[in-house]
């Protein structure tokens, strides 16, 4: 059984061939882990195939996860996120995040799924008005979302930020909802930009849809320094492994 | 075209503005710069976005609301922003997209 994993492509998009990469590390560490150790002798190791999909595309039948990946889009012209919502990706994006299909938006992608009302909130420049390029802390909060599915509640991790506009903000009314729902999905515990909430990451109501800010796939590979991106790439790639399994 | 079908390219200016409690720090980075300008007494610093288009319409209400939906769909997002529409007048024959008026 082979799950495949579309990450999409957006004219600007620049993290795209980092995540298909890392989302291989994270496969191929996969078949070595206890867990599989413990699987059926014959159960095959988990093949994970992720590739690249244009943003003209309609469909995105096939695929068992949808990654929208870091980069400045369309230049961040508008606003970041704002032209690339309006991409023909992107309604299919949406059927397939309504049909509950694991939907994971790093950094610009995050921007792009607030853009397109697929998450709440807004994404605007940071608080201090810096680019921040940096490792920061970030805790986990849920482990109910197709992104922390294998991780534990209040797990610390350490991720690379990279963003100008990464602070997150909605109306008091959307952040108690947030809270209520149980979507707030990740918060930095030194609060680099001005989040509402120390916000790092949320979920939709089903947690099938997640957006962050840090980067996972920059924190797969011992050579970057950081491997703690492992645990989220890999709760996503048991989603996309049950959404395979999933009846035609 | 039919009689009373007359169209009209209309100069439009489409104001965005961060919506009232959103915090700004570009303004506020801005406002502390002045004092040192030696300018006192100018304050409350927001800084928006000004796009100007063209517009065919009927009149002007026409313009006005194909101007508004398209501030609502794109030029503005919600969540923090707001837009203010105001049509300037009839474009001139000459103009052209981009010349300063």
Same mark, same amino acid.
């Given at each position: 059984m082979t799950a495949r994993i579309g990450?999409?492509?957006?004219?600007?998009?620049?993290?795209?061939?980092?995540?298909?990469?890392?989302?291989?590390?994270?496969?191929?560490?996969a078949a070595g882990s206890a867990d599989w150790a413990a699987a059926?002798?014959?159960?095959?190791?988990?093949?994970?195939?992720?590739? #690249?999909?244009?943003?003209?595309?309609r469909s995105l039948a096939g695929y068992d996860a949808v990654v929208l990946p870091g980069g400045f889009a369309h230049g961040d012209y508008l606003r970041p996120g704002a032209l690339a919502r309006f991409s023909p990706v992107m309604e299919a994006v949406s059927v397939y995040a309504a049909e509950g299909g694991p939907v994971?938006?790093?950094?610009?992608?995050?921007?792009? #799924?607030?853009?397109?009302?697929? #998450?709440?909130?807004?994404?605007?420049?940071n608080r201090g008005l810096r680019?921040?390029?940096?490792?920061?802390?970030?805790?986990?909060?849920?482990?109910?979302t197709v992104l922390t599915g294998a991780?534990?509640?209040?797990?610390?991790?350490? #991720?690379?930020?990279?963003?100008?506009?990464?602070?997150?903000?909605?109306?008091?009314?959307?952040?108690?909802?947030?809270?209520?729902?149980?979507r707030v999905v990740l918060r930095y515990t030194d609060n680099p930009n001005g989040s509402l909430d120390d916000i790092a990451g949320v979920c939709n109501q089903a947690g099938n849809v997640v957006?962050?800010?840090?980067?996972?796939?920059?924190?797969c590979d011992p050579m970057t320094g950081a491997t703690d991106g492992v645990g989220l790439l890999g709760s996503l790639l048991e989603a996309a492994l049950r959404h395979a399994s999933l009846p035609a | 075209m039919r009689p009373g079908d007359a169209r009209v390219i209309y100069e439009v200016l489409v104001e965005?503005?961060?919506?009232?409690?959103?915090?700004?720090?570009q303004g506020a980075t801005i406002?502390?710069?002045?004092?040192?300008?030696?300018?006192?007494?100018?304050?409350?610093?927001r800084v928006g976005k000004a796009i100007r288009l063209t517009v065919e319409a009927g009149d002007e209400d026409g313009a006005r609301e194909v101007a508004t939906a398209v501030a609502d769909r794109l030029l503005a997002n919600p969540v923090i922003e707001d837009s203010a529409v105001t049509v300037l007048g009839v474009a001139d024959a000459a103009a052209r997209i981009g010349a300063t008026p």
């Open positions: 990450v999409v492509v957006f004219p600007g998009s620049n993290c795209e061939h980092d995540v298909v990469k890392a989302l291989g590390l994270v496969a191929a560490g059926p002798a014959a159960a095959p190791a988990p093949a994970v195939k992720a590739e #690249l999909v244009w943003h003209g595309e994971v938006g790093i950094c610009n992608g995050f921007q792009v #799924l607030t853009e397109a009302g697929l #998450l709440p909130g807004a994404l605007q420049k680019f921040l390029c940096t490792t920061v802390g970030v805790t986990v909060c849920t482990t109910r991780t534990e509640p209040g797990e610390e991790l350490r #991720l690379p930020i990279n963003h100008f506009e990464g602070n997150f903000t909605c109306d008091a009314a959307t952040l108690a909802v947030l809270h209520a729902e149980d957006g962050l800010m840090p980067h996972p796939e920059r924190a | 965005v503005r961060l919506r009232p409690g959103i915090a700004d720090p406002e502390r710069a002045l004092p040192a300008l030696d300018f006192t007494g100018v304050g409350t610093v």
